[in-house]
C-alpha cells in the first residue's frame, strides 16, 4: 500500500510566460508532469498540494489544473498568494507537495525559477 512509504515534502516552482490562463496551464502543467515524471509519482501518493504565486499572476487558479489531472481528484489542493518582497522573480508559481515516496523527494525548479534553487534545479536532472 502507498501509505506504507514515509510522507515527504517536494519542493517546485517555475515561471509563466505571461498573465493568460494559456501561459499559467501550460507552466503548471509542465511543473507538474516534471514533479511526477522524477518521482514515479501517482494521484493516489499525494496528500496535498499548496501552490503560491506572486501578485502579478492573476489569470486563473493553479490548484484548478492540478484538479483537472487524472486520479488526482482527491488531493487536497490550495492557492495562496507568495508574500511580495521587493526583487522577487516575476510571474512565478511555486509549490509545496505532500506525498507517500519510497525514496529521497526530488524537486522540480523550471524556466526562470531555477535562479531559485540552483542546486536542487541541476542536481535534479
Avoid: K
Avoid at 482527491?74 to 522573480?89: E, F, K, R
Avoid at 509549490?95 to 540552483?118: D, F, I, K, M, Q
Amino acid at each position: 500500500m502507498t501509505r506504507a512509504n514515509p510522507l515527504r515534502a517536494l519542493r517546485g516552482a517555475t515561471t509563466a510566460s505571461a498573465n493568460t490562463v494559456e501561459a499559467i496551464e501550460a507552466a503548471v502543467h509542465e511543473l507538474l508532469d516534471a514533479l511526477a515524471e522524477r518521482n514515479q509519482l501517482s494521484g493516489e501518493q499525494l496528500l496535498s498540494i499548496t501552490f503560491s504565486v506572486t501578485a502579478d499572476l492573476d489569470a486563473c487558479f493553479p490548484a484548478a489544473i492540478a484538479r483537472r489531472r487524472p486520479g488526482w481528484g482527491s488531493v487536497a489542493l490550495l492557492d495562496c498568494q507568495q508574500m511580495a518582497v521587493a526583487g522577487d522573480l516575476p510571474r512565478c508559481i511555486r509549490l509545496l507537495a505532500h506525498a507517500w515516496l519510497e525514496h529521497p523527494p526530488r524537486h522540480a525548479y523550471l524556466r526562470e525559477a531555477t535562479r531559485l534553487r540552483p542546486d536542487l534545479a541541476t542536481s535534479n536532472d
